[in-house]
Antibody
Framework: QVQLVESGGGVVQPGRSLRLSCAAS????????MHWVRQAPVKGLEWVAV????????YYADSMRGRFTISRDNSKNTLYLQMNSLRADDTAVYYC??????????WGQGTLVTVSP | QSALTQPASVSGSPGQSITISCTGT?????????VSWYQQHPDKAPKLMIY???KRPSGVSNRFSGSKSGNTASLTISGLQAEDEADYYC???????????FGGGTKLTVL
């Protein structure tokens, strides 16, 4: 079955960087687009970024463009999110998710990122 | 402010039906049939309930249905059950700088 397992979250100071990883299994990772979606405490879902199946295209939410970088390693079935210049309002649970024909269909359990002095 | 507008809360009694609306614009819901709905229980990951406006993934109860009219999509849950109590989010593909947009979420309370 489809499994997405995020890692790399934790507590980080404002202005610092963090890299999240998402290990995929149970499906052919290299033929699916992949997303990051985040959810701030007691808030709704916010789309972060998408990467095409082959890494050829990447798109970002306006508030994250220029600070966050999505990437993937199809040989390792792994998705990444490099987050730079972190701010307090980046505090959230970050979900890795698979996309099928435009629909985000499977989600990981999420990893919590806390930006705090 | 979320790109798609949902009511903050809805409620219903067991056995009743409820509908949650999701209002967007001609740049998202109005132009694409790539509208999905997610159920999220506390401290859990979202679960896909409806995709492509009105299609149900395998394993999702047929009590859940979706529709769209103009810039507004809707999720209807019939025969409400206690386990339906959760947060529900809509999502649409969009031809704006942010390619996927979510609604702000609706808390469903089963009375």
């Amino acid at each position: 079955q489809v499994q997405l397992v995020e890692s790399g979250g934790g507590v980080v100071q404002p202005g610092r960087s963090l890299r999240l990883s998402c290990a995929a299994s149970g499906f052919s990772f290299s033929i699916y687009g992949m997303h990051w979606v985040r959810q701030a405490p007691v808030k709704g879902l916010e789309w972060v970024a998408v990467i095409w199946h082959d890494g050829s295209n990447k798109y970002y939410a306006d508030s994250m463009r220029g600070r966050f970088t999505i990437s993937r390693d199809n040989s390792k079935n792994t998705l990444y999110l490099q987050m730079n210049s972190l701010r307090a309002d980046d505090t959230a649970v970050y979900y890795c998710a698979r996309e099928s024909m435009g629909t985000i269909d499977y989600w990981g359990q999420g990893t919590l990122v806390t930006v705090s002095p | 402010q979320s790109a798609l507008t949902q009511p903050a809360s809805v409620s219903g009694s067991p056995g009743q039906s409820i509908t949650i609306s999701c209002t967007g614009t001609s740049s998202d819901v109005g132009s694409y049939n790539v509208v999905s709905w997610y159920q999220q229980h506390p401290d859990k990951a979202p679960k896909l309930m409806i995709y492509d406006v009105n299609k149900r993934p395998s394993g999702v109860s047929n009590r859940f249905s979706g529709s769209k009219s103009g810039n507004t999509a809707s999720l209807t849950i019939s025969g409400l059950q206690a386990e339906d109590e959760a947060d529900y989010y809509c999502c649409s593909y969009a031809d704006i700088s942010s390619l996927w947009v979510f609604g702000g979420g609706t808390k469903l309370t089963v009375l």
